[in-house]
């Protein structure tokens, strides 16, 4: 049973909230300029509370992804100071990736320095051991980007931690930890899969977020 997508053309959609919508997009990422321009052009007011902290919220987030990691850790100290104290996955994750750097440096030995004085003590918690495992394998590669776990070198392994570094700090200071789009996204999915599941294996296909941008 598929929905005919004429059937949408009747819907009114209010402006506002696809305008809404947008901004929140562009206040995540920290799109500073784009969010004035788009507030300036649309006539919308500027929401103080979701643009709080989002220059320094930009700074922290490229650090993270550039590999400066010690920097994102400082910054994001003085921004939410015990945010990473509560969120020991994410400090060992911006932790590694300065190790990481460490690594692709070639500086061996202040690698191992830095994981003795600060990854080890992670050690203690078996959920870690895996995980240090791999970091420290790449010590045994001269060329470490050609070693079974360089995807902890790679630009995706810093986009991850920074993403998630920037949705811990949006919580922290009581923003939407994720965007309307994505939760509007998440929440068409569900409801196609509970719709899936009650009509059987004739009713709607599982929804697929491809196939909904093509139709």
Not at 20 to 42: D, G, K, W
Not at 54 to 65: C, N, Q, S, Y
Not at 176 to 193: C, G, K, N
Request: aromatic residues 8%; contains cysteine; hydrophobic residues 40%.
């Amino acid at each position: 049973m598929d929905v005919d997508p004429r059937h949408y053309e009747h819907v009114a959609i209010n402006d506002n909230d696809i305008r809404n919508v947008v901004l929140s997009y562009l206040v995540h990422n920290c799109f500073n300029e784009t969010v004035e321009s788009f507030i300036t052009s649309t006539g919308m007011k500027q929401p103080a509370d979701y643009l709080e902290g989002m220059e320094k919220r930009k700074r922290i987030f490229h650090f993270a992804l550039e590999g400066n990691a010690l920097k994102a850790i400082e910054l994001t100290n003085q921004l939410a100071h015990d945010l990473l104290e509560k969120k020991e996955d994410l400090h060992f994750d911006l932790l590694s990736i300065h190790f990481g750097e460490l690594v692709r440096s070639r500086k061996c030995t202040e690698a191992l320095e830095f994981a003795m004085t600060k990854l080890a003590p992670f050690g203690k918690v078996q959920k870690y051991i895996e995980k240090l495992e791999d970091f420290m394998a790449l010590l045994a590669y001269e060329e470490p980007d050609k070693s079974p776990t360089f995807h902890l070198l790679s630009l995706d392994y810093r986009q991850q931690v920074a993403d998630s570094l920037n949705r811990a700090i949006l919580a922290h200071m009581n923003l939407p930890s994720y965007t309307a789009m994505e939760r509007l996204i998440q929440q068409t999915t569900v409801v196609r899969q509970c719709l899936s599941q009650e009509l059987g294996k004739d009713g709607l296909p599982p929804f697929s977020l491809e196939d909904f941008l093509k139709s």
